[in-house]
């Protein structure tokens, strides 16, 4: 099956800095990469996503890049806020037979943004 | 838009008791809906897939006796845990998908389970 690897699993910078979140996937056949978002006690909020047909995607202080040789892709968060602060989680997905596709998780990224 | 809803958001029951969580989209018709498990620090991990009319389908390892599925409608799924024990308290998340095309799938608050 899909394993997802994401580094690091902690990452601190000052506010205004920039923050780059980075996973690899093993599955070839993968080809949906969002991006999630979770705050303590919440569910996760999708922040961004890119298709395999896509090699980057910007919105706003946020875009993510995909390089699909290397099976690998990158949050990039630019002017880091304190609301910024929060857990990240990547995911690669695929179709399933019946209809929607399968996330498989990485192990997240706690992003704190300091003042 | 694409807002998911889930009842309750937290819940207490003694162990061999059943709990029912509800997994509502509000604003769209969810043709699967998915259900998660998150334990404190550690990443998501799917359980089951649902579709709409259609036996759920399970993770290995994941009991589909215990943790009962039922996606009755195009905006409800819900989740039973049966004859609960202490090592099912954890964080249960519902997503759902708009239709069979959509890539994207939109999570619900949580429902933080706790059985004593």
């Known amino acids: 099956g899909e394993n997802v690897e994401q580094h690091p699993s902690t990452l601190s910078v000052q506010e205004g800095d920039s923050a780059v979140i980075k996973c690899t996937y093993s599955d070839s056949a993968s080809n949906y990469f969002p991006w999630y978002k979770q705050e303590l006690g919440k569910g996760p909020q999708l922040i961004i996503d890119i298709r395999s047909n896509v090699g980057e995607k910007k919105d706003q202080r946020i875009a993510v890049t995909l390089n699909k040789t290397a099976k690998h892709f990158s949050l990039h968060i630019t002017e880091t806020q304190p609301e910024d602060s929060a857990v990240y989680f990547c995911a690669a997905s695929k179709w399933l037979t019946g209809g929607g596709n399968k996330l498989t998780f990485g192990t997240g990224t706690q992003l704190k943004v300091e003042l | 838009g694409a807002v998911v809803s889930q009842h309750p958001s937290w819940v207490i029951c003694k162990s061999g008791t059943s709990v029912k969580i509800e997994c509502r989209s509000l604003?769209?018709?969810?043709?699967?809906m998915f259900w998660y498990r998150q334990f404190p620090k550690q990443s998501l991990m799917l359980m089951a897939t649902s579709n709409e009319g259609s036996k759920a389908t399970y993770e290995q390892g994941v009991e589909k006796d215990k943790f009962l599925i039922n996606h009755a409608s195009l905006t409800l799924s819900t989740l039973t845990v049966t004859s609960a024990h202490p090592e099912d308290s954890s964080f249960y998340i519902c997503?759902?998908?708009?239709?069979?095309?959509?890539?994207?799938?939109?999570f619900g608050p949580g429902t933080r389970l706790t059985v004593t």
């Open positions: 997503s759902a998908s708009g239709t069979r095309a959509s890539y994207e799938q939109y």
């Open positions: 604003d769209f018709q969810a043709t699967t």
